[in-house]
């Protein structure tokens, strides 16, 4: 699961759970299978939705916990160590750098929205089990009814 000795170095960096006020509710998830839930997304590229049962947590709570600890800053500081335990081992020698980017300036300052530079309405079909009377989906109108299935 866990490569050893990382939860010991991550534990102290969690945000304690937060206590409800008015009581009651579940007991929270353990911490520890947490952690190797979101370890698991991170190193195999899968989707959150896509996270097998065998942890013992939800989808939900794995996600919420990540979204948690990232604000808490866990991840820039679970970095920082592996960089330095990297680097006390001579695995790793950060005397030299190379960060590479690409930049570009957006007009109209950081919060230009974007626009669908047409207006018409969206052609995309609400519903894809209903059609039109040429077999497509329809778009803007249901299909008017036939004689066969008018009232008489």
């Not at 049962?53 to 979204?67: D, I, N, Q, Y």
């Not at 109108?141 to 066969?148: I, L």
Request: overall charge positive; proline content about 9%.
């Amino acid at each position: 699961m866990v490569p050893k000795g990382l939860w010991e170095i991550v534990r102290p960096w969690l945000p304690s759970a937060r206590v409800r006020p008015q009581g009651g509710g579940v007991a929270n998830t353990d911490d520890e299978a947490v952690f190797a839930a979101i370890i698991y997304v991170l190193v195999s590229g899968s989707a959150w939705r896509a996270l097998p049962p065998c942890f013992g947590a939800s989808k939900s709570t794995v996600h919420r916990r990540f979204l948690i600890w990232s604000r808490a800053g866990v991840w820039g500081r679970l970095h920082q160590k592996a960089l330095e335990i990297l680097a006390d081992q001579s695995v790793v020698d950060l005397s030299r750098a190379v960060l590479d980017s690409a930049h570009v300036r957006a007009k109209g300052g950081a919060n230009l929205q974007v626009r669908r530079p047409w207006t018409e309405a969206s052609r995309v079909p609400r519903c894809t089990s209903c059609s039109d009377a040429n077999g497509l989906p329809y778009a803007s109108a249901p299909p008017q009814p036939t004689p066969t299935t008018a009232s008489r």
